[in-house]
């Protein structure tokens, strides 16, 4: 990848994970640790790889996300915000009473967002429709979808893989989110999905592996998808949950945990840190 690309990119993704911190802290709720490990996909697919126009969010032709971890949505709600689809402004009401960012995604307020999301497993299958759609009306664009991987513990979720391999949508590409932790504790202890990269193989999808946080690596990933033809493709990502801030890194209590003032100032101040180090390059 081009270095300016890259950096660009990380510099973006560093904003998105402070758009997390403000919008929950704001909020006195809501869930960073697993918003945080997504920031570097967010920042790449609206970017670099999705073709979207702020100023025509309902635009007929363009790619579409679905938050299939619909808890997650301050990292969707920072990067649409970075993006112009809203005042940033307005990540600070959070989850406040009447304002437009509620606690999980809503298609028909929000601008930016192509579903409602938030009840797991449910993402996918959304996301599948619209691919097929696509396919069926003779459209070019593309489905994404981000998923958890305590999400893939849901049944609906193998039988939207089963889905999308039986009508052959490559056009579909689904993020798996691999942090290894989820609101009970570690998914291999829970309820373990292990081994995902198979699993997905045995339903009929082509499946690259990447480290979440390496864009080289989500480039090489999303350019690889768009030449598969006749299977959708699954990109298992190693992540680390509360990427980015180190008191919430690969702590299962920061999944659903809002930080308090001072925890809010020592996150604020790695990430500015971050950005601060990016632009000294």
């Keep these: 990848m081009d270095a300016n690309l890259k950096k660009d990119l990380q510099k973006t993704a560093c904003r998105i994970r402070m758009g997390v911190i403000e919008g929950t802290f704001n909020a006195k709720s809501g869930h960073p640790g697993g918003s945080l490990s997504i920031a570097e996909d967010l920042a790449y697919l609206y970017w670099k790889e999705m073709r979207v126009d ?11 996300l679905v938050l299939s971890k619909g808890h997650c949505a301050p990292a969707l709600y920072a990067a649409l915000a970075e993006k112009g689809y809203f005042p940033a402004s307005e990540i600070k009401k959070l989850r406040h009473t009447g304002a437009l960012l509620q606690g999980h995604p809503d298609m028909k307020h929000i601008p930016g967002v192509d579903m409602t999301t938030g009840s797991l497993g449910q993402g996918i299958s959304a996301a599948c429709g619209m691919a097929l759609a696509a396919q069926i009306s003779g459209k070019d664009y593309r489905t994404y979808t981000i998923l958890g991987d305590g999400e893939i513990e849901e049944g609906q979720v ?33 309820m373990s999905p292990y081994p995902i990269p198979e699993k997905f193989a045995a339903f009929g999808w082509h499946v690259i592996t990447v480290d ?50 001072e925890q809010y100032e020592t996150a604020m101040a790695e990430l500015k840190a971050q950005l601060d180090a990016l632009d000294a390059q």
């Design 212 to 261: 979440a946080h390496d864009f080289d690596q989500l480039e090489a990933a999303f350019a690889e998808a768009r030449t598969v033809k006749g299977k959708p493709t699954a990109i298992i990502q190693k992540s680390v949950k509360g990427k980015g801030v180190s008191f919430m890194e690969n702590q299962v209590g920061w999944h659903g945990t809002a930080p308090n003032a």
């Design 54 to 64: 702020p100023e025509n969010p309902q635009w007929e032709d363009r790619d579409r």
């Design 158 to 190: 193998w039988e939207a893989a089963m889905f999308a391999a039986h009508y052959k949508l490559d056009n579909l590409c689904a993020i798996v989110d691999n942090n290894g932790l989820q609101i009970d504790g570690p998914v291999a202890e829970v």
